[in-house]
């Protein structure tokens, strides 16, 4: 699985390494440290997500994918895989998954593309919203995350596809994508406001004019006591917990850093906007403690 790992290119080999032992447990996790309310948040993502995302011209396919500028990471879904080359890189018939080249052909006019997509919780339930017009890509860089994503319903009936991609080079070309989803994701492509601001601009290469990113994401609280419980209850209880349940304790430790220190809403929509993209708006989830900000190309 390693040797796997090392075959897909990306700019954060730490994160990279903290979510592949994650894999197996992660979804029970969230749903035990949420109590069931990231289902219901990625629901109001998806929701959103898929409103009117269906109007507008469908992007052409095959001539969309795997070239522009990063044609070094990835090849042509109609080509052969070859070694290094982001999704295509991955062994598919090793891996059992992976965009294959015979996806390639079967690939629908509209794509809609769950990035840092993990398990596929996003991307499943997408797969369940969009027509037979539209192909679902759920795209990580963790294999065992992905591995987890292909053992879904949808995955294995064909309706999602599974691809290894960073999200900071992502394999398609320029404005060939109608939609980009990211859920709970964004703040591990926070390395820096650069870095992640990059990732944002790259969310915005991909799509194509009028296309639609959806960002659901952990926020802070505007009210001021609303916001110490919040850091309350990560900080002193889910850490603690989930560290002791998954026996990651520095994942668990970095995951409630990562959440007490992430931007508020307003900010996050500022770095959107400078990604490039327009009309952001934000949804406060559940007293401001999570965001769903929508953004158009
Ligand atoms: C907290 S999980 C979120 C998973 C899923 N979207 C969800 O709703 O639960 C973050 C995921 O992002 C992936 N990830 C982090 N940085 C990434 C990057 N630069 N490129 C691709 N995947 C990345 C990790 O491997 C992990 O699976």
Known sequence: MTAALSHIPCMNKSIQKMFEPLARRYELLNHIMTFGMDTLWRKEALRIAAENVAAGTPADPHADLN?????????????????????????????????????????????????????????????????????????????????VAARKKSARAGRMLVLAADDGRLPFRDASVDL????????????????????????????????????????????????????????????????????????????????????DAEELATIIREAGFSRVKVAPVLLGIAAIHVAHK
């Open 67 to 147: 070239t522009g500028p990063n044609a070094d990471l990835n090849t042509d879904l109609n080509a052969t895989p070859s070694p290094g080359a982001g999704f295509s890189s991955v062994p598919a018939p090793e891996l059992g998954l992976g965009v294959t080249p015979e996806h390639g052909r079967g690939l629908a006019r509209r794509i809609w593309l769950d990035v840092s997509t993990g398990t596929g919780e996003m991307a499943d339930m997408l797969s369940r919203r969009a027509g037979s017009g539209t192909t679902v890509l759920a795209a990580d860089f963790s294999i065992q995350m992905l591995r």
């Open 180 to 263: 980009v989803t990211i859920s709970v994701g964004t703040r591990n492509l926070n390395s820096s406001r650069d870095a992640l601001l990059s990732c944002f601009r790259e969310f915005c290469r991909v799509l194509r004019p009028g296309g639609r990113f959806v960002n659901l994401e952990t926020s802070q609280p505007r009210a001021r006591v609303v916001r110490w419980l919040f850091h309350a209850y990560v900080n002193w209880l889910v850490r603690p917990v989930a560290s002791a349940l998954s026996g990651h304790r520095p994942a668990y430790s970095y995951l409630a850093a990562s959440m007490c220190g992430f931007y």
